[in-house]
């Protein structure tokens, strides 16, 4: 532990101190949002790492830089859509208009991924996410705390036009993660997971049979609005899709304990 | 000591944007295997809405693996399943046994057929032969396959389709079939599978009209 610390003083030293850290986060029993009905046992999620920050564009900008198969214009179209990197200046400069302590948006799934898997990681996934983003200040489990979720729930209704904060000003859960709620959202590994529903892009015949399996699946803690809207938004996404306010950090397996 | 080892961190840690996590911890074991994760662009002429922009390893039951993009050269209808699925898949299945039993042979020959299992724990390749067997499936144009996870969910995110897997270990999924053109690009995809889709199948024929083989050029 004592060489880790002293590894992280060199890395700022070297001016490096942005770079994320990971922290650890459960091994925990997760009363999931997602649970397919009332009474279903609470998911096991196992011991993860995850990044106590969002990527940031200044992190993005050095990995399209050794990775120009990312850059804007080089990515294929069926990894990002043409809004893929589209606020920065150029392919691979951010301009003066973004900042790089700023979260990176505007990046699609696939391109979220492969800067992960560089990263020596991967995307959490919905339920890591979930348990992560349970926490405030005080609780691990802050989602029945009244105040807390009206905090996030003032998030909502900030002005979408207004530049993002740069990361890092969030107060730290009791894992010491940051801004997990309140900047922007966060792509995670399944996010085509979260709601099977018809294919968007064909809808509208209610007797054709879209699904195996189960059916619909019930949405347990409905008054946790915050959520849902997570679930919803990233539901609503393409794999290469991009977004103003979506961007998303890493998590890795965890050491167990 | 101390010193070479805290170096030998830092290195790790500057190279690339690698082990930002605990380097100093032995590699834990990962639920989410990501090893088979090769989501970078192809670097040829690929077009870029191709979906053999997606470079991973397919095992087919009864062939040695294949790469995804190898299946490039020829149309291809794609879809995804579980093989303990009772109820959507087998009718995916016979749906796509009806729509190449409506082919010239000729056609039949050259449309090649992908069904990749979600189900990267049960859907061994000794359950996905049986499934083939009660499916009747003996065409070597029908590729029924696994893949690592990572693949399986980046395949299924390009094609848009969802997928979850239940507590029971059933999965609620998107009943989709895809049909991509010689090049990997989709032309066409349907969700009707209890019922014909002529529409569909039209696709299917145009497509193989449009990219029959040329005629030999004899030019010297």
């Not at chain 1, 879209?210 to 008054?223: I, M, P, T, V, Y």
């Amino acid at each position: 532990m004592k060489m880790r610390a002293w590894c992280w003083l060199l890395l700022c030293l070297a001016g490096a101190c942005a770079a994320a850290e990971r922290l650890p986060i459960g091994p925990a029993e997760l009363d999931s949002v997602l649970s397919t009905g009332a009474g279903q046992p609470p998911v096991h999620v196992n011991r993860f790492v995850l990044d106590r920050l969002p990527v940031t564009n200044g992190e993005f900008l050095l990995f399209v830089r050794t990775h120009p198969q990312w850059q804007r214009g080089h990515a294929p179209t069926l990894f990002a859509d043409d809004d893929y990197l589209s606020h920065w200046a150029g392919p691979d400069a951010l301009g003066a208009a973004t900042q790089a302590d700023q979260p990176v948006t505007r990046v699609s799934w696939f391109a979220a991924r492969a800067y992960c898997e560089a990263a020596g990681g991967r995307l959490p996934d919905w339920q890591e996410w979930e348990l992560a983003a349970a926490a405030s200040e005080h609780l691990e489990d802050a989602r029945k705390d009244p105040a807390w979720r009206e905090r996030i729930l003032d998030w909502y209704s900030q002005p979408a036009s207004k530049p993002l904060a740069r990361v890092g000003l969030g107060p730290p859960d009791t894992h010491g993660v940051q801004d997990l709620h309140g900047l922007v959202w966060e792509w995670v590994e399944d996010f085509n997971s979260l709601i099977v529903s018809g294919d968007s892009r064909n809808q509208g015949d209610p007797d054709k049979l879209k699904f195996c399996g189960a059916g619909a699946l019930s949405l347990q803690g409905r008054d946790n609005f915050a959520i849902l809207m997570r679930i919803a938004f990233l539901s609503s996404l393409e794999a290469r899709s991009s977004a103003r306010s979506l961007g998303f950090r890493c998590a890795a397996a965890g050491a167990s304990r | 000591m101390k010193w070479i080892t805290c170096a030998l961190c830092v290195s790790l840690l500057a190279v690339g944007l690698g082990g930002r996590a605990s380097a100093a911890d032995p590699p834990p074991i990962d639920h989410h295997d990501m090893s088979g994760m090769h989501n970078m662009p192809a670097l040829d002429t690929t077009p870029g809405d191709s979906l053999y922009q997606l470079d991973f390893s397919l095992e087919p039951v009864g062939n040695a693996p294949v790469r995804f993009a190898s299946l490039r050269g020829e149309p291809l209808l794609v879809t995804m399943f579980y093989s303990h699925c009772t109820s959507v898949c087998p009718l995916v299945t016979t749906q796509l046994q009806h729509m190449v039993a409506a082919l010239a042979p000729a056609d039949r020959r050259r449309l090649r057929i992908l069904m990749l299992s979600f189900d990267t724990v049960r859907d061994t390749p000794q359950a996905l032969a049986a499934f083939m067997a009660e499916h009747h499936i003996r065409d070597p144009n029908w590729l029924i396959a696994r893949a690592k996870p990572g693949d399986v969910r980046a395949l299924a995110a390009a094609l848009g389709i969802q997928y979850r897997e239940l507590p029971d270990h059933s999965f609620n999924h998107s009943a989709l079939i895809t049909l991509l053109d010689a090049q990997g690009v989709p032309r066409a995809r349907t969700q009707t599978i209890t019922a014909q889709d002529p529409e569909f199948l039209s696709s299917v024929r145009a497509l193989l009209a449009a990219e029959s083989p040329k005629p030999i050029d004899k030019t010297p």
